[in-house]
């Protein structure tokens, strides 16, 4: 940020008044321009004992699997932008029901929420941003072609969850992009 | 926005390509400036049977009390963030637990995320942004002077959940400002 976005003024990085971090604070206006990490949210759509998932049009991670999720949009709730994320990415209607994934990307600001979901049809079909969209069982999961750490930890938890019957929200803090195993909290 | 933040050139409202939203694009480099919704990060400060409220120092809801909240920064977890806010609005230190209330606000685009915690010793006293900080058994709790519609929502779900024992999450829609009952899922 180099540029108040209010009046186009310069702004300049420093402490304001009663705070204790630095901002953007426009050196014209004052407005301070506060930064804040996003919500990525989505969906583990099930249909039977199959999981559909996305194999991605766009860049990052172009060729490979994600389940439908993407940044939450203003105007709308977690559930709401889980769904809208689903009917984007793979033309698939939902019923979105409770949280069952939230990770912490502390190093690129971003927090994933994903939401069980029940697809509603089977009639789904590859969006813009995606290549291809499938239902697999458990055993034709693509492990080491999946786009995203949260994406693979949340299909690992969910299915080891399915066999136990646990119904528990799971979280955890994936605090490297590559490499790491998150720490599960 | 009115400004592009990256170059200072004025903005347009328009549909990027492949996008089927109004963002802000800058004329002049291109640059697309997405808005999201933020996240309120939280606890809810345990001791014995008492639940530790903050009174507030600053707008808005000035003199109201609350659970120690706030927006969640760049660089932390969900959790980090509630700690923090802790620490700050009550000088209190806490050990984090399992995420109790998540409230969608969509008509300010705000998401809260409340967790349980658990108060690690009796060393409190008010931050710059609270009068006041106090422990509240149940039928203490100032109902009619609570600061904000999600804050009263998880207080009044938590003491139900504590006398039946549930340990689920709660989550839900507070679809307008005053008034209006949240709509929970
Ligand atoms: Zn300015
Ligand atoms: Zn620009």
């Not at 998932?53 to 991670?61: H, N, S, T, V, Y």
């Amino acid at each position: 940020m180099n540029y108040c976005s209010d009046c186009g003024a310069p702004v300049t990085l420093r402490v304001p008044e009663g705070d204790n971090r630095e901002r953007h604070v426009c050196s014209r206006c004052g407005t301070i321009h506060y930064q804040n990490p996003k919500m990525v949210v989505g969906c583990i759509p099930e249909w039977e004992d199959k999981i559909l998932l996305c194999r991605r049009a766009i860049q990052p991670r172009l060729g490979l699997w994600t389940l439908p999720a993407g940044f939450m949009e203003r105007g709308e709730t977690t559930r709401d932008g889980a769904a809208r994320e689903t009917l984007e990415e793979a033309n698939a209607r939902v019923q979105v029901g409770r949280l069952y994934g939230l990770f912490n990307l502390p190093h690129i600001d971003q927090v994933y929420m994903l939401f069980r979901a029940r697809l509603l049809d089977l009639d789904f079909s590859p969006g813009e941003e995606s290549l291809e969209v499938r239902l697999f069982a458990e055993r034709e999961i693509p492990w080491d072609e999946l786009a995203f750490h949260p994406i693979r930890e949340t299909l690992r938890l969910f299915f080891r969850d399915r066999l136990t019957g646990d119904r528990e929200m799971r979280s955890g803090d994936i605090v490297r992009d590559t490499g790491d195993e998150p720490r599960l909290q």
